[in-house]
């Protein structure tokens, strides 16, 4: 069954830095797009990245544009979010989501905590 | 960039009642492909999203008939024949049409009377 496991969230502080894991099991991971889907608390949903199957096009929400940059490995079956100068608004659950003309499957998200 | 407005915000059901969720786009969501990539999410409290429906009204994996999905366009509703308790939460539509940035409703939130 396709499994999506987070890892790497924490408190930091902002203006600091952070990388985001994203484990993939139960699927052919170098076939799919996958996204980063994050939940301020008590808030909806916001998209903030997807990229390509291959890793050849990436795009962004323009509330992270040129802070956030998210990358796969798909030697590995890994996606990764590395998020700088990290904003108290950042503060959410990063959930790690597989496309497919949408979104079908979710991980159970890591939580950031931006704070000083 | 497409606006996703869904309505109600809140919607108390009694069990075993039906409930609608209409969602809005400020755009068709009609690809250029004659597909339409409208899907809904139910997010249990404490839980992760959950895809219930794709490209307007096709169930996902595991989804009981009880949910539906209907509408063309921009204009597009959820139905819940007979709520049960396990549907309380919020439930979001999402489109994937006109990309980037991909972008969901503000969610409804449904909970029992």
């Known amino acids: 069954q396709v499994q999506l496991v987070e890892s790497g969230g924490g408190v930091v502080q902002p203006g600091r830095s952070l990388r985001l894991s994203c484990e993939a099991s139960g699927f052919t991971f170098s076939s799919y797009g996958m996204h980063w889907v994050r939940q301020a608390p008590g808030k909806g949903l916001e998209w903030v990245a997807v990229i390509w199957f291959d890793g050849s096009k990436k795009f962004y929400a323009d509330s992270v544009k040129g802070r956030f940059t998210i990358s796969r490995d798909n030697s590995k079956n890994m996606l990764y979010l590395q998020m700088n100068s990290l904003r108290a608004e950042d503060t959410a659950v990063y959930y790690c989501?597989?496309?497919?003309?949408?979104?079908?499957?979710w991980g159970q998200g890591t939580l950031v905590t931006g704070s000083s | 960039d497409i606006v996703m407005t869904q309505t109600p915000l809140s919607s108390p059901v009694t069990l075993g009642q039906p409930a609608s969720i209409s969602c809005r786009s400020s755009q068709s969501l009609v690809h250029s492909d004659g597909n339409t990539y409208l899907s809904w999410l139910q997010q249990r409290p404490g839980q992760p999203p959950r895809l219930l429906i794709y490209k307007i009204s096709n169930r996902f994996s595991g989804v009981p008939d009880r949910f539906s999905g209907s509408g063309a366009g921009t204009d597009f509703t959820l139905k819940i024949s007979r709520v049960e308790a396990e549907d309380v939460g919020v439930y979001y539509c999402m489109q994937a049409t006109q990309i980037p940035p991909y972008s969901f409703g503000q969610g409804t939130k449904l909970e029992i009377k």
């Open positions: 989501a597989r496309d497919n003309w949408g979104i079908d499957y």
